[in-house]
């Protein structure tokens, strides 16, 4: 969140194409954070859990402060998802439940620590835990996240295949800042 703080700050929040929260706080507010729902209208956001989301008394919210800003900027007409790995989703594949405490879905077993873990899920045919969950948050971006139009570099050699950073050697080394006023 202090990524966005940062960019609103300097008047560059355009630059932010999409947020994945991994594993971390939601609160727009605190810590030096004084973000809105507004804020969040062209970018969209990702509330991502992938340990176990019942963690208080039946009936309690697992997150209510992630549910409460994934709601918030709906609310703002914003695009915003809370994925839980154990709860329903496309990510489930054809599992169809339990969900929660009593989850034994693909993602059963996996932790907060998701990105260090390198076990093979038996139930996704082997695939290591940590890349299947990076499979998740990669499908969610390619579904929300626009895809910038890119221009490619001359065939003959011209141009520095860099932008307008530093020069490159025609063969797509340089810079990549492709701002048009040179500024990263």
Same mark, same amino acid.
């Given at each position: 969140?202090?990524?966005?703080?940062?960019?609103?700050?300097?008047?560059?929040?355009?630059?932010?194409?999409?947020?994945?929260?991994?594993?971390?706080?939601?609160?727009?507010?605190?810590?030096?954070?004084?973000?809105?729902?507004? $804020?969040?209208?062209?970018?969209?956001?990702?509330?991502? =859990?992938?340990?176990?989301?019942?963690?208080? !008394?039946?009936?309690?919210?697992?997150?209510?402060?992630?549910?409460?800003?994934? $709601?918030?900027?709906?609310?703002?007409?914003? =695009?915003?998802?809370?994925?839980?790995?154990?709860?329903?989703?496309?990510?489930?594949?054809?599992?169809?439940?339990?969900?929660?405490?009593?989850?034994?879905? !693909?993602?059963?077993?996996?932790?907060?620590?998701?990105?260090?873990?390198?076990?093979?899920?038996?139930?996704?045919?082997? =695939?290591?835990?940590?890349?299947?969950?990076?499979?998740?948050?990669? =499908?969610?971006? $390619?579904?929300?996240?626009?895809?910038?139009?890119?221009?490619?570099?001359?065939?003959?050699?011209?141009?520095?295949?860099?932008?307008?950073?530093?020069?490159?050697?025609?063969?797509?080394?340089?810079?990549?800042?492709?701002?048009?006023?040179?500024?990263?």
């Amino acid at each position: 969140m202090h990524t966005v703080r940062v960019l609103k700050e300097h008047g560059k929040l355009d630059l932010l194409k999409g947020l994945i929260q991994d594993e971390g706080s939601c609160a727009m507010t605190g810590g030096g954070l004084a973000l809105t729902a507004a $804020d969040f209208v062209k970018v969209p956001y990702l509330a991502f =859990k992938s340990d176990y989301s019942v963690r208080g !008394p039946a009936g309690a919210s697992d997150d209510p402060v992630c549910q409460a800003t994934v $709601d918030a900027i709906k609310a703002a007409g914003g =695009k915003a998802d809370y994925i839980r790995l154990d709860q329903p989703g496309f990510w489930q594949g054809s599992y169809a439940g339990p969900f929660g405490p009593d989850y034994v879905g !693909p993602f059963a077993g996996t932790s907060h620590m998701h990105m260090m873990e390198g076990a093979p899920a038996p139930q996704l045919g082997g =695939k290591a835990t940590n890349l299947t969950v990076m499979d998740v948050m990669l =499908k969610w971006a $390619d579904m929300n996240i626009s895809k910038p139009e890119t221009t490619a570099c001359a065939e003959n050699g011209q141009g520095n295949g860099g932008g307008t950073g530093a020069p490159g050697n025609g063969k797509g080394q340089g810079a990549a800042n492709n701002n048009a006023n040179g500024r990263f």
